[in-house]
């Protein structure tokens, strides 16, 4: 591919103040295909404190043949990050790569199958999320073999698709006007995916899980404190993202959070606590759209 020609898939891997994690990443990515299907790579340094730009300039350096933009965001943000990376890419389709996240080898030519196959309607694509690490705990990883479609007009549970295994049409992110920059890592709500989703649906497209389409997370975290205070966060996230569903006046989120607030007992992972404090906090901070 020359550089002059427009790729047929775009990645954007984010990052910051993790030149380890993300060294892993670019070590596992595998740049053959990526010049085989004609794609192009995005690496954003996210307002990075350690060498993340340094290893993004080397990789860079490292595969001249390839089409491979380094791109420095000072304000931090993974939502502002992600949008700036969509903006300086080129392609019609586009793949969010994390950090800590490996592709399975031809996932990138089943996105582009995937895409192919369904109509332009379908938006969104996820797929299932497996540990690379079997010392690292289950939680936040997707093993469900379910394939699912979310038809325009329904609503999404927070966790049912998930940032670290995400694609998703130009045209969907232009309609919506990409991710929220009040939300996701690096900002006080952390549920920029999901809500990306749920504003989707809301407005005309649909999204579909398959397990088809498969990565790795290597996060390194094991069962016990760190998990806990995970899902505490995720919870106080998902308390904001159905205040901000609701804000937004999408009803049918009243049916769902309901749902979800009552299985809470049952249900070993939910925070409730947490949850509430998300949900006021967010109503708090942003009462009005």
């Not at 002059?4 to 053959?32: A, G, Y």
């Not at 060498?51 to 350096?61: K, L, M, P, S, Y």
Request: proline share 3%; charged share 25%.
């Amino acid at each position: 591919m020359t550089h002059n020609e427009t790729p047929q898939v775009s990645v954007i891997l984010c990052s910051r103040d993790r030149s380890e994690q993300v060294s892993r990443c670019l070590e596992h990515f595998d740049m053959s295909e990526l010049v085989k299907l004609n794609g192009e790579l995005v690496l954003v340094d996210n307002a990075s404190s350690d060498n993340t730009g340094e290893v993004f300039d080397r990789f860079q350096a490292q595969n001249p043949d390839a089409n491979v933009h380094v791109l420095t965001v000072v304000k931090k943000g993974l939502s502002i990050a992600r949008n700036s990376g969509v903006e300086h890419s080129q392609s019609s389709l586009i793949i969010f790569l994390d950090d800590d996240v490996y592709l399975e080898q031809g996932y990138l030519a089943r996105i582009l199958a995937f895409f192919d196959k369904h109509n332009a309607d379908v938006g969104i694509a996820g797929g299932r999320i497996l540990r690379y690490d079997p010392a690292d705990s289950l939680y936040c990883c997707q093993l469900s073999e379910r394939y699912r479609l979310y038809k325009t007009g329904s609503t999404i549970r927070p966790g049912a698709l998930q940032g670290a295994n995400f694609a998703i049409r130009r045209a969907t992110f232009e309609a919506i006007d990409g991710f929220d920059e009040k939300l996701g890592a690096g900002q006080k709500y952390r549920c920029e995916d999901i809500d990306f989703i749920a504003r989707a649906l809301a407005n005309g497209w649909e999204a579909i899980y398959d397990p088809a389409l498969l990565v790795y997370h290597h996060h390194g975290r094991r069962d016990g404190d760190d998990v806990e205070a995970l899902r505490r966060d995720n919870s106080y996230a998902s308390g904001a993202f159905f205040a901000k569903m609701l804000t937004l006046g999408y009803r049918k989120y009243w049916y769902l959070l309901t749902l979800y607030v009552l299985s809470a007992p049952i249900r070993p992972n939910m925070k409730i606590v947490s949850f509430y404090k998300g949900w006021r906090d967010y109503r708090i901070d942003y009462p009005r759209v």
